[in-house]
């Protein structure tokens, strides 16, 4: 297993829902990304949230395809998230899709994740190629 560490700066951006959606109570956003480190990447995705009545519970999944370098490695992969929060207790897994890494990241297998400390994001990403 190898290991990546290093920074990112993410943009959200709401999209309006449909009304089907709406009245679902569930929220789309898109996603930009761009990873600085052993990861030298962009990212695009969307995400899909869901709000409950209860302060501090939600559910989220997205997908993102990241392009860039991984220890000097060129090529893309997808990354699918799934996220859940019960009454602030956070549980998040960042997988690699399999078979999505392309170019010299054919192969790629791993998990991200993701640290907020003092308003930096940083990710630990842990793979095998």
């Known amino acids: 297993m190898a290991q990546a560490i290093g920074t990112f700066d993410v943009k959200l951006e709401p999209q309006h829902p449909s009304d089907q959606a709406q009245a679902a109570k569930l929220g789309r956003m898109t996603i930009d990304k761009q990873f600085a480190g052993d990861l030298a990447a962009t990212s695009a995705g969307e995400m899909l949230a869901a709000m409950t009545g209860v302060e501090g519970s939600a559910g ?58 003092n308003g930096e994001h940083r990710y630990e990403f842990v793979y095998t190629l």
Not at 70 to 79: D, E, I
Not at 86 to 102: K, M, N, W
């Open 60 to 117: 989220y999944v997205a997908l993102e395809r990241v392009t860039g370098t991984l220890h000097g490695r060129h090529g893309s992969f997808f990354l699918q998230h799934s996220g859940t929060m019960a009454r602030g207790v956070q549980q998040l897994e960042i997988a690699v899709v399999p078979d999505s890494g392309t170019e010299e990241l054919v192969g790629l297998a791993g998990k991200l994740a993701i640290l907020i400390e």
